[in-house]
């Protein structure tokens, strides 16, 4: 069966429920034994940890998504840059309560559109999406690069500039992906979707919150690197860009599963 398949239909398959995760978690290893191993190891490899929690969160996804053709690799980059994305503002929140709510406005912001919702700015979920070197777009680009894609900063900042143009907006997180390449949906209802699966299975690998970012990088790095000749590098770095700027803005309390994955 192939990696990757073409549908005639762009809609993914609806997630079946919670039971392959806890197949896949169990079946990629996720027991105490092999948690431990990589926990003694995280002092010589402290990406040892987050490279672990990749791989699952590319698995799962996969699974979420196959059928008997395979998987439409654009829905798996889009589900993972989505929910990535979503991981950079719950990241931030999440130092910004541990913080006692301390955070400058410079470090970060909500900002509310004409649709009575708010968005988050600011160098805190920056730093998850794009400003470090593990994160969420560092190892998409560097992914889409390795591959002979066309990337560079000044693509992301267009994204970015369209992004905080259009907030409030109908066209306000709606990939600017056209023809057969276009993901399946809207990283909105990816975010809804699957954020409460993938986020218990990087709960079951203890990664914390402010690096669960860096996870969905190296799942997206996995994804990228695995693509073949289906797909442009180049365009599979702009469906991350497209789906994981804008789901870095949405304000997480707009969904039910964010109480959860901020409960300890």
Known sequence: MALFGKRASSQPQSPPGPAPIDRLIRALGGNQKILDSVRSDAANDPQGLLRVAGAVLFDNVYQLTKDNRGARIEDILAILASVGGHACIVGALDMHFKNGGKTSQSELTMLMGKDGIGYYFGDLPNRALLESPESLLSMALGAAQTRGGNVSLE???????????TIGKPEFGVPRIVGDHRPGDLPVNYIKSFSPMLFKALRAYEVPLN?????FGFAVYKAIAMVDKSLDPTIAADIVTECAVPA??????RFRHFGEIMTP
């Open 155 to 165: 693509k992301v900042h267009d994204v970015m500039r369209h992004v905080a143009s």
């Open 211 to 215: 690096k669960c970012a860096s996870a």
């Open 248 to 253: 870095a803005k949405i304000d997480p309390a």
